[in-house]
């Protein structure tokens, strides 16, 4: 029996991979959570199919066509209890009139950082899984933390590991003396001889999204073909547990079964383990400070056999290069326009219209045009946000 009974819960981005085993976790300790609310851009089939199960009270479409859509088929199914919300804010509106307990983030880019952020000014619980918005505006996640006293929980794998790894208590105080993020090397970067940057000029996108261990939304699978998803989480890293980039570095670790190492001033290391299942990170996240049963097995050592750990080389990996050095310039501006050029050109390559060669390069070419204006706001990201994008656009087509 769970020591967590009943809570309301928010999942933002359900309809996405880590929305969906957020509510499969949900589902397994289904008297631990009241599902309150849901949101979506525009899959209504399947946000339709989570309402049967679930009967959350409100739910949130981004894309209007869509809400009325969903609107239109709860009234011929007489499923008139889950009312809609729509348009751009309304996963904001959602978090505003539920005022869940727990709220987990898992909107995919910057368009997640708005309802994030106003989840963590409420207070309460919020589950962050989307990268992104730490990446732009982790600064601004701190502060709302510390005022609204809102607890803020890592889910992305490293960082969850990391947060098991100091077992939860505050890292600002704590005698670490390096967080080691490990990274499977995706697709590209496993075997023994790394390939050069130029050499992957031609992969095409169902080969970037062929993740050999996890399964992850479509933009997180080509991060992790560039290298360039360590990167974001290097600068998400150093927001969430205040701590300097020369304190964190990256291993290649292709099996995927330690998530994160912490090494402390005595010369301990604390390793983190598990299966590549985001249902481990979720359930440790939505059950903090206990630990319950998230569906998934133990890993058996023994049939992995071999755990195999090496540098990285950032010749070889430009993209990860290029956040490695954002990271070291502190600036949440350029933090932005490194995301936002990513978001774009990563799309513009699912969608066939830019080579995986390229999109270090039209990175670069956009952050050679920035400064780190000194100016931190959150009008003031959202701008750049948009002004890079606009350029990447154009640099694209
Ligand atoms: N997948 C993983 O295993 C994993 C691991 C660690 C961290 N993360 C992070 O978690 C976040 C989600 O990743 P994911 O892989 O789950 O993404 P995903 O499968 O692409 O799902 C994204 C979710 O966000 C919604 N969404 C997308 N654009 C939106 C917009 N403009 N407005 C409102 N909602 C929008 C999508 O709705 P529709 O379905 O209607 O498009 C979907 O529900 C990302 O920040 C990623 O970096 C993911």
Redesign the pocket.
Known sequence: MSVIVNRSLVV????????C?TLDVARHQANSFSVKGL?????VN??FEQIQVFHPQLVAV?NIAAATVLEDRLISEGLTSTKVLKGEHA?TKLVEELRPDVVMA????S??LYSALRAVELGGTVLI????PLVMAGHLFQQAVKQSGATLLP???EHNAVFQCVAGSDVVDQPISEIVLTASGGPFFREDELPSWVSLSDITPDQAIAHPN???????SV?SATMM?KGLEIIEACHLFELPVEKISVLLHPQSVVHAIVNFIDGSSIAQMGLPD?RVPIAYAMSWPHRFDSGVANISLAEVGQLTFRDPDYQCMPCLALARDVAEEQSPVLATALNAANEVAVEAFLAGNLSFGKIPEVIAKVLGDRNGNPANDVETLIRVDYEVRKQTLDLVH
Do not use: C, H, P
Not at 106 to 109: D, F, K, S
Not at 129 to 132: D, I, L
Not at 214 to 220: H, R, V
């Open positions: 933002l981005g359900s309809t996405g991979s880590v929305g085993n949101s979506a851009r525009a899959n399947l946000l981004e996963a898992a909107i995919l880019g368009a997640g899984a989307n990268k992104e889910v992305d794998s996890w399964s992850m939304g479509a933009k997180i991060d998803n985001m």
